[in-house]
């Protein structure tokens, strides 16, 4: 039976990967800040929740050495965020040209950044010791250079573009570990963050990123992946 570790699976796409792994008859664990009645929801057996802070270094520690004797086949880093602040909706209003500020974008790396590099650092022995380990983190096609028409967004976007450079530089440097690593285009989805305009409902984006991921080769390693299996180009 696969073991699948998802970050941010309280709501939204991580939520929704929580449900299709369940269903499918794996182990979930589920790590998030704090566990949501939906997700608690799910209860059963195969689910096992860690709540700790996703931002801090020694919390992040101390739930991977509790799991330092389980295999996981799939480190899935979903946690995101966009810029915000509490009562102002429109993204671009914090995070166009002339609106730099400084502890804003901290938050964003923060979570969409630094937390997939620690975490992978802190779990890969776990996830080599799976006859096929991925780490997979979910990245935006926002995040691509070549792909960006129409400016703005640009604390999101950083980060996103940070998020496709160590995917790809953890595919070269785990490769010899046996550890795939891709960053990962859900598309547009009717989330919190993607809006009710959306294009995609979670669960078409859900079950296209896990036929994706089920399908994944070291060919595949290093790369920006859709949820629909095209590759974005950086």
Known sequence: ???????????????????????????????????SPELTGLGCAALDIRECTLTDDWELGAVADSLADRTIDVLINNAGRMAKV?????????????????????????INLFTPMRLAEL???????????????????????ALND???LYAYRASKAGVNAIMKSMAMDLAEQGVIAIAMHPGWVRTDMG???????IDTSVRGMQAVIERLSFEDSGKLLSHDGSELPW
């Open 86 to 110: 509490e009562g102002l909706a429109r993204a671009d209003q914090l995070q166009g040209f002339g609106h730099f500020n400084r502890e804003l974008w901290h938050d964003v790396f923060d």
């Open 195 to 201: 809006g009710s305009k959306a294009t995609f409902d």
């Open 1 to 35: 039976m696969s073991t699948v570790l998802i970050t941010g699976a309280n709501r939204g796409l991580g939520l929704g990967l929580a449900k299709a792994y369940l269903e499918d008859g794996c182990d979930v664990v589920a790590l998030v800040r704090q566990a």
């Open 150 to 152: 129409s400016g703005g």
């Open 123 to 145: 779990l890969v022995e776990q996830v080599a010791r799976a006859e096929r380990g991925r780490i997979v983190t979910l990245s935006s096609m926002l995040g691509s250079m």
